[in-house]
């Protein structure tokens, strides 16, 4: 190519990209003239009847060429034309009524009536604003400038036409007047329609609604500067807390009780350990060596831990005392209204089944550290069941307070003065050496939530407080993308540009991050327009991030390359306007192809746009927002995404779900709020409709923020999403690796999944080992079957893939995928083979899957309803024939290091020695593996097959296999398989007097173990074996295997 060539390519390129982004205005100037006439059949008798009408009517249809004449001379006119279609008594010429709409251009319009004669006459309309708007500088066509005028001089004109219809009833007969009065419904339905669609009869009643944030602090100044003191919040921490695990403790009525599940998910939010044990049971074991195991135990009834059995409760609080271990109790509501009740063995008293409200923290109190007193949560407190404390004893201090409920419990004299009574009681374990925080209600308030965590962090000596720094990005998704009416003004944006500068004040470092897509800039009205200008003009003041050009769904594309131009296009436009590329972040349109994967586009981020950092609601599911949780792909951190309540289509405050009630109670306290107090890193998703019309998302996060100074002690701060995406993978080291679900269970996924990949291919059970106990001869085995078929052989592991346990798990979903084919191809390799389309059962043997530490999770996730088959051998005998076969295959290590040298190597040894001898011995911990295994899939999906029945009688044995996978047909075994001599084992049967046996490799006859292996490897496994049979045993499915009873009563 040419110089000159490639300069008219980049020409070209040049012009398509301009006529891509530049979108026709329409032009002033441009006039429409209606007419229409009235076709009823009696009109030339009735005008026959009326000549002196028809004459002043040839008049009027003069005046209206003088008319026409007059606004067709040069003058703007817009594009709307109003018909109305009045019956005149004076013939065809006087039923045509002419109207133009005429702009001046300087925002300021007038609508007059004109009449001439009898009351015919010329009507001229004239629209203040831009005349291609529908909508512009909140001038509407019923209103007057600035969109705060009114519709008197529309007014005028249907008055004034409805004078007209009057005077022509008084002279001419009803059915005229019928005829008028349905032409003007018809006019005024067409009039008021045409505005309602274009949006501005939607901005005359919905503009200029913005709620204000009403969150006020007693405690806070004008700056958000927290008055009372620059202290610090309470540090929990001691030396007692290095004795204990930072670990919870829950004992629960039962598994399924509604406050043991609150208490549960509060945990697991806040990333803290905990085991839940059902109270009334022996208690677990509470310690390990000299740690204690719990650093706080709760009781989700406070009665449960009073009325416990004299020795598990002496036990459980000695532990307490020896280790400073708190408890922290909930009173359970119960039907009996209990007036001044003792508890038992405390100089304490309760009052329950009470209405409460208006609760406050004691600023004075110990416990708190997240929360911050000195405020009062007004109104009612949900529920009718709260228990009050009563004491007299200084080892008992209030954390919180409340007051009866006046409406249901009235004073008994007028202005009586109500105490507080409290509701949260802090016991600093004065009377027998233990600390307690009990609370006289559950977790439905929203402030016992906050408590309760400090309750813990207190209790446990700060080893469960939780960091009080938190960081918020609010990302503004598709900033140019919106249906006309819904867009940015320039009003909205300097509203934006204030907001934003208040809430840095009390955030530090906060910026809204805008998310772009440059096909739809200038998509607008005039006014809209004009907002997207502004913010351009202001590029500097936010962050900036990419979408994609046309906001497609990435998945969609199959090809690297058009999804590269797409991006190529919207980084055009972001160089031509100015706008930063530089962040290293980007989101998906709906989050299609992050998660699931789609890897083109990782790939193209990464060439185009240099990504680093996305986000998304979607991993591994978006509800529970609790279990959100990031990962690491192809060098791409992908950060978990909240929502705030707002959508697309949440733009006005009356027409917000459940109305600003239900918003002002997520921001006070509710979701909103609860979402930025337990998660450390807050990257929420909000939409350019949300900060236009009634600007819900200022509102929003302005409110919210307010709350969080009021009520919490909390360091609100914000960064760009690289530096966020730094913090939280130090935060959470072990979110690095993703964990790949299967996109056809979720079914959001499988909306946002490319329509070419199909979960049928994935494989309906797993051969997973371990290594050396015949998996091959069993994977030979099954490839017999006309129904069955595995992966394709891989170039680098042959018939494995071994996708779950190694570094192949990074390369991806598609990657595994790739390995399958699709479940219609026929096994040309079968006996038996298959008829194009019948169902195929397909599978994958991977024998190193059955001792990998994060197999079981990984292939759960994506397989959760898979078979898991197994094949357990002597494990002595299995460590043996491992060292041979590294032997065999020219290893180092083993031939150069004795059976006995491997299996006795201490920890000092070199590396690959103690490799070797760690996977010489470790598979073989059979029962330790298959726990682990069954952690995750139930007992019902997994078959054990024994590795000596599998190797002398192959044909019982795969029968049985075939009616556990329930695979149809059944395949007669005994027909194909045959005992070679030579081989030493059984092999396919090919003709009457051939085998096909597998390799050289395959079935080697091996020296003798020597004794001392033996012997040692019998002692080594003797409790793993022991554990193997108590495993089987509770299983129940299997017989105890020769070889197992063998090892166990070899003498020592």
């Given at each position: 190519m040419t110089i000159s060539d490639s300069i008219q390519q980049n020409s070209n390129a040049s012009r398509k990209y301009e006529k891509l982004i530049k979108q026709p205005q329409m032009q002033l100037g441009t006039s429409v003239t209606g007419t229409q006439t009235d076709a009823d059949a009696s009109a030339n008798a009735i005008a026959n009847a009326n000549a002196s009408a028809d004459a002043t009517a040839d008049a009027n249809a003069k005046n209206f060429v003088n008319f026409n004449k007059h606004f067709g001379n040069g003058h703007a006119t817009t594009d709307r034309t109003m018909l109305l279609p009045l019956e005149d008594a004076g013939g065809a010429a006087s039923?045509?009524?002419t109207y133009k709409g005429k702009s001046n251009g300087n925002g300021y319009g007038n609508a007059a009536g004109?009449?001439?004669?009898?009351?015919?006459?010329?009507v001229s309309l004239e629209f203040n604003g831009s005349p291609t708007s529908s909508m512009a500088g909140g001038n509407h066509l019923a209103g007057g400038g600035g969109g705060l005028g009114s519709s008197s001089e529309a007014g005028g004109w249907m008055c004034h036409c409805c004078g007209l219809i009057a005077r022509r009833c008084f002279g001419f007969n009803v059915r005229r007047c019928v005829f008028a009065l349905l032409a003007i419904t018809v006019v005024s339905i067409f009039y008021y329609t045409h505005y309602v669609d274009t949006g501005v009869f939607n901005g005359l009643i919905q503009r200029d609604t913005h709620p204000a944030p009403i969150i006020n602090c007693r405690m806070i100044n004008s700056g958000g500067k927290h008055v009372r003191d620059a202290s610090p919040a309470p540090d929990h921490r001691s030396e007692a807390r290095l004795r204990i695990d930072p670990k919870v403790l829950v004992f629960v009525e039962t598994t399924y009780s509604g406050l043991g599940r609150d208490i549960a998910e509060l945990l697991v939010y806040n990333r803290i350990k905990y085991k839940i044990e059902v109270a009334g049971k022996s208690l677990p074991v509470l310690t390990n060596l000299d740690k204690g195991r719990y650093g706080v135990i709760v009781f989700e009834n406070l009665d449960k831990y009073l009325n416990m059995d004299k020795w598990n409760r002496e036990l459980l609080d000695k532990y307490c005392r020896e280790y400073s271990v708190g408890i922290v109790g909930f009173v359970s509501p119960s039907e009996e209204t209990l007036v001044g009740a003792q508890l038992r063995d405390f100089p304490l008293f309760v009052n329950t089944n009470l209405r409460l409200r208006d609760a406050s923290l004691n600023p004075a109190s110990s416990v708190l550290r997240l929360t911050r007193a000195g405020e009062t949560a007004w109104g009612a407190l949900p529920g009718d069941d709260w228990a009050v404390f009563q004491h007299n004893h200084s080892t008992y201090e209030p954390v919180e307070w409340a007051q009866r409920n006046t409406q249901e419990y009235p004073a008994d004299s007028v202005g009586q003065v109500q105490l507080p009574l409290t509701t949260v009681l802090q016991d600093r374990g004065q009377l027998d050496g233990i600390q307690r925080v009990l609370f006289g209600s559950s977790l439905r308030f929203w402030l016992h939530r906050l408590v309760f965590l400090d309750a813990l962090s207190y209790l446990s000596h700060g080893q469960l407080s939780l960091n009080l720094d938190r960081m918020i990005l609010v990302d503004i998704d598709d900033i140019f993308v919106g249906e006309k009416g819904t867009r940015l003004r320039p009003d909205d944006v300097r509203a934006l540009i204030a907001t934003q500068k208040n809430?840095?004040?009390?955030?530090?470092?906060?910026?809204?991050?805008?998310?772009?897509?440059?096909?739809?800039?200038?998509?607008?009205?005039?006014?809209e327009n004009l907002g997207d200008d502004f913010l351009l003009q202001n590029v500097q003041e936010f962050n900036w991030f990419s979408h994609m050009w046309k906001h497609q769904q990435p998945h969609l594309y199959d090809n690297l390359t058009l999804l590269m131009a797409e991006m190529q296009l919207n980084y055009a436009f972001a160089l031509e306007h100015n706008i930063p590329t530089d962040s290293g972040y980007s989101i998906s349109p709906h989050h299609s192809g992050v998660y699931p994967?789609?890897?083109?586009?990782?790939l193209a981020w990464k060439k185009v746009w240099n990504v680093k950092v996305t986000s998304t609601e979607e991993y591994p599911h978006l509800r529970p927002a609790r279990l959100r949780r990031g990962f690491i792909h192809r060098n791409i951190m992908v950060l978990p995404r909240q929502t705030c309540g707002l959508f697309t289509h949440t733009m006005y405050i009356d027409r917000y779900p459940g109305g600003r009630d239900k918003l002002d109670e997520s921001i006070q306290g509710g979701e909103l709020f609860q979402t930025i107090v337990y998660n450390p890193i807050n990257i929420f998703m909000t939409h350019m409709s949300n900060y236009g019309s009634d600007r819900l998302a200022l509102y929003t996060f302005q409110s919210v923020i307010k709350f969080l100074q009021c009520w919490t002690n909390l360091k609100l701060a914000s960064a760009p999403p690289i530096q966020l995406a730094e913090m939280y993978f130090r935060l959470h080291p072990e979110e690095v690796d993703p964990v790949w679900g299967n996109p056809c269970d979720d079914v959001r996924h499988k909306k946002i999944w490319s329509k070419t990949k199909n979960c049928d291919s994935l494989p309906k059970f797993l051969v997973i080992g371990p290594q050396k106990t015949g998996t091959t001869a069993l994977y030979t085995f099954l490839s017999m079957h006309g129904s069955v078929a595995s992966n394709i052989a891989s170039p680098e592991t042959f018939e494995e893939v071994q996708f779950f346990n190694g570094n192949n798990y990074y390369r991806g979903l598609d990657w595994y995928m790739d390995f399958f084919p699709s479940e219609a191809m026929p096994n040309t390799t079968s006996p038996m083979p298959t008829q194009l389309g019948s169902p195929r059962f397909m599978f994958e043997k991977s024998a190193t899957y059955f001792d990998g530490e994060a197999v079981p999770?990984?292939?759960?996730?994506?397989?959760?309803?898979?078979?898991?088959?197994?094949?357990?051998?002597?494990?002595?005998?299995r460590a043996y024939s491992w060292y041979q076969h590294q032997k065999a295959h020219g290893d180092v290590i083993a031939n150069n290091y004795s059976f006995y040298q491997v299996i006795t190597a201490g920890d000092s040894a070199p590396r690959a020695l103690k490799d070797l001898r760690n996977r010489c011995l470790n598979p073989g911990k059979y029962a330790q593996h298959l726990e682990h295994w069954l952690a995750y899939y139930p007992a019902q999906q997994l078959h054990i097959i024994d590795g000596e029945q599998l190797r002398l009688n192959p044909i019982d044995v795969m029968n049985e296999l075939q009616r556990f996978l329930k695979i149809q047909p059944l395949l007669d075994y005994s027909n194909h398989l045959r005992y070679d001599v030579k081989k030493g084992f059984y092999c396919q049967a090919v003709s009457e007097k051939r085998n096909k046996c597998l390799g050289k490799s395959k079935g080697r006859q091996y020296p003798t173990m020597d004794e001392r292996s033996a012997k040692l490897l019998q002692r080594y496994y003797l409790n793993h074996n022991t554990a193997l049979v108590k495993l089987l045993k509770k299983l129940g499915s299997r017989p105890i295997p020769q070889?197992?009873?063998d090892d166990l009563s070899t003498g020592t």
């Open positions: 039923n045509i009524v004109n009449a001439a004669g009898n009351g015919n006459g010329s809430i840095a004040a009390m955030v530090p470092g906060f910026r809204f991050n805008l998310g772009f897509s440059g096909k739809y800039y200038h998509h607008g009205t005039r006014e994967a789609h890897e083109l586009l990782y999770k990984r292939a759960h996730s994506l397989l959760p309803h898979a078979k898991i088959v197994t094949i357990l051998i002597s494990p002595a005998k070889w197992l009873k």
